[in-house]
């Protein structure tokens, strides 16, 4: 078998502040094969968002190891690695417009504008913004700021893309239209995506599997696996009976620690 893409093992990170330390992650380990979307789930302060930032280089367990494409990441974001974060409206470079947020890190890398403008162009036509090049983030919707966002991360062509709760911040509807942007965009550019999100239907629609955390200090509490057929439709998909019986095993793996907790 390959090396997977994503190899985290016994992750621990202990926050450390004048109010005193917080264990939020206590041996974190799991894997993602290529070509897999996953998406990780938990209570909020499980440490999800503290997972994808140690993968994507841009914070150091307290202990424990990240590994992409078999290299150990080591103080800065892996090659392979895209990174679209929860909030578009802090994400976006307001004065560059839709085409120049997505070409800027292309160029920053060295690429040659018209290379950079024709991947721009494919990746918004991709994620439904073809035309709106020359708008400016301000003149877009919330759910278009954050179509600019993955459309940027995706013209990078990254290996690995790693969402942080993606669609947490627009309405239902825009939500559902974005989840369906995501899964076309593994086939159309090979990626593998890791996501995070605290909404169980969201992370079984989605995902090949889900890594369930624990409440903190956590750990991998189960990994589910989502053998729906693709493609994968809002309407088919949940009315599946399997998708119902899917999302029950993982809200009780999400759920079960509170209730004991509560009892
Ligand atoms: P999640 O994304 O699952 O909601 P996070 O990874 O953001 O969880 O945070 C996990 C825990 O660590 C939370 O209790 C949070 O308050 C704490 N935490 C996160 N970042 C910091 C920080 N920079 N300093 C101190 N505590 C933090
Ligand atoms: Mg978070």
Same mark, same amino acid.
């Given at each position: ?31 993602? &094969?290529? /070509?897999? #979307? ?5 209570? $909020? ?5 503290? =997972? %994808? ?26 090659? &392979?690695? /895209?990174? #679209? ?5 802090? $994400? ?5 417009? =839709? %085409? ?10 060295g690429l040659p504008r018209p290379e950079a403008v024709a991947r721009a162009r494919e990746a918004l036509d991709a ?39 993606p669609f947490a911040s627009v309405d239902a509807q825009t939500r559902m239209d974005l989840e369906d942007l995501v899964l076309p965009l593994r086939d159309r550019f090979g990626v593998t ?71």
């Amino acid at each position: 078998m390959s090396t997977p893409i994503v190899r985290v093992s016994g992750l621990h990170k202990t926050y450390v502040s004048e109010k005193g330390d917080h264990v939020a992650l206590s041996g974190v380990s799991f894997e993602v &094969e290529r /070509g897999e #979307v996953v998406a990780i789930v938990g209570p $909020s302060g499980a440490g999800k968002t503290t =997972v %994808l930032r140690i993968i994507a280089g841009l914070l150091e367990p307290s202990a424990g190891r990240a590994e992409v494409a078999g290299q150990l990441v080591n103080g800065e974001p892996p090659k &392979e690695v /895209g990174f #679209v974060f929860q909030d578009y409206s802090r $994400s976006l470079l307001p004065w560059l417009s =839709v %085409l120049g947020n997505v070409t800027f890190p292309l160029r920053s890398k060295g690429l040659p504008r018209p290379e950079a403008v024709a991947r721009a162009r494919e990746a918004l036509d991709a994620v439904g913004l073809g035309g709106r090049e020359r708008a400016h983030p301000r003149e877009l919707s919330g759910g278009m700021q954050q179509r600019v966002a993955i459309a940027r991360a995706i013209a990078y062509e990254p290996e690995l893309l790693l969402m942080d709760e993606p669609f947490a911040s627009v309405d239902a509807q825009t939500r559902m239209d974005l989840e369906d942007l995501v899964l076309p965009l593994r086939d159309r550019f090979g990626v593998t995506i890791v996501f995070v999100t605290h909404d169980v239907d969201e992370a079984v629609y989605l995902s090949d599997r889900v890594v369930v955390l624990t409440p903190p200090p956590s750990v991998v509490s189960r990994i589910v696996d989502v053998p729906l057929p693709q493609p994968r439709e809002q309407h088919a998909t949940k009315s599946d009976p399997r998708f119902a019986q899917l999302r029950g095993e993982v809200l009780d793996l999400v759920r079960a620690p509170a209730l004991v907790k509560g009892a």
